[in-house]
């Protein structure tokens, strides 16, 4: 069993900063890469940001480029997304992914419970 615990939602006026944390505790050999998703009121679930195993590579949806930042610390099983500069159409729900490799060595996709994220202009 695996889990995953996110944090850091909440409300924020535009041009505000969050941070979200997304920690994955259970039954772990090793984590693929991370990433996180939203869905915005009426919207399908999107991509906003990925991070690879070692944390080299990085990518990011359009509209957040520039804005956000990803990043991981191995040691914790945990995933960051930082968010500067926050815009209304930030507001969503964001939800963690992670790739985790079980004890069977079979990589599965966890989804996290997701945290509201409110930018108000």
């Known amino acids: 069993q695996v889990q995953l615990v996110e944090s850091g939602g909440g409300l924020v006026q535009a041009g505000g900063s969050l941070r979200l944390s997304c920690a994955a505790s259970?039954?772990?050999?090793?984590?693929?890469?991370m990433g996180w998703y939203r869905q915005g009121p009426g919207k399908q679930r999107e991509l906003v940001a990925r991070?690879?195993?070692?944390?080299?590579?990085?990518n990011y949806a359009d509209s957040v480029k520039g804005r956000f930042t990803i990043s991981r610390d191995n040691a914790k099983n945990t995933v960051y997304l930082q968010m500067n500069s926050l815009k209304s159409e930030d507001t969503a729900i964001y939800y963690c992914?992670?790739?985790?490799?079980?004890?069977?060595?079979?990589?599965?996709?966890?989804w996290g419970q997701g945290t509201q994220v409110t930018v108000s202009s």
């Open positions: 992914n992670v790739d985790v490799i079980g004890s069977d060595y079979r990589v599965r996709s966890h």
């Open positions: 259970g039954i772990i050999f090793s984590i693929n890469a």
């Open positions: 991070i690879t195993t070692g944390g080299g590579n990085t």
